[in-house]
């Protein structure tokens, strides 16, 4: 597949600059589309992965073109939803020894600094998982979505990936079995608010 140019935030950024005069220098709000994003994960169960995802709950964005410092993300999940892999697998993230959903139904995310990096951007962020807030980074990268045209920035897609350890969080349960390096995979489609 291919995927459009302007690959990332500093790129976006560069080659979409016009003069102030356009009107396009102000930071935009953006919203998601649920049914198109992937909120995806993966650990370590043995010699297996299990993989699942996430649902959104909400999700408040504003991209700043020209001043990538500006802009801002907050999302919520809906640990709730989860799904994963493995059948048993789903059931277990949610017990109380992980993701203990029934005291904490949903995770969040509120970016605290979002600085280019190479071709995309990196994003520093609060996680708050189990009601236990830590710090996480996360590399992004964004760009047009198929059927928009050079400049048209009002639908994107970003992805955003890292890496977590649910230790951190006191998601420990069944530790000598399923890894505590959690992979973040995110893929957010995203539109231009009205």
């Known amino acids: 597949m291919s995927i459009p140019t302007y690959r990332g935030l ?4 560069l080659a979409l600059a016009v003069a102030p005069s356009a009107g396009l220098t102000k930071p935009l709000t953006y919203a ?18 299990i993989t699942g995802t996430m649902p959104v709950l ?29 059948p048993f697998a789903a059931n277990a993230m949610k017990a109380a020894g992980v993701l203990d959903t029934t005291r904490h139904p949903k995770l969040t995310f509120r ?12 994003v520093m962020g609060e996680l708050t998982i189990r009601g ?4 996480v980074a996360l590399d ?6 198929q059927g928009t045209q050079a400049g048209d920035r009002s639908r994107l897609t970003i992805r955003l990936t890292g890496t977590i ?11 000598d079995m399923v890894g505590d390096e959690v992979r ?11």
């Not at 999700?59 to 999940?77: C, G, I, P, T, Y």
């Not at 970016?111 to 990196?122: L, V």
């Not at 992004?140 to 979505?145: E, F, G």
């Not at 973040?184 to 009205?194: C, F, G, N, Y």
């Open 165 to 175: 350890h649910r230790s951190d969080y006191g998601a420990t349960g069944w530790a």
């Open 10 to 13: 500093f790129t976006l950024a």
């Open 32 to 49: 998601m589309d649920t049914s198109g994003s992937i909120i995806g994960f993966a650990t370590d169960f043995g010699q297996t992965p």
């Open 132 to 135: 236990v807030t830590r710090p």
């Open 58 to 86: 909400t999700a408040d964005m504003v991209l700043d073109f020209e001043q990538v410092a500006n802009s801002r993300v907050l999302v919520s999940l809906n640990a709730n939803g989860a799904t994963a892999s493995l």
């Open 140 to 145: 992004a990268t964004i760009w047009r979505q």
């Open 111 to 122: 970016s605290t600094r979002i600085t280019p990096k190479g071709e995309g951007a990196h």
């Open 184 to 194: 973040l995979d995110i893929r957010a489609r995203v539109h231009q608010a009205p």
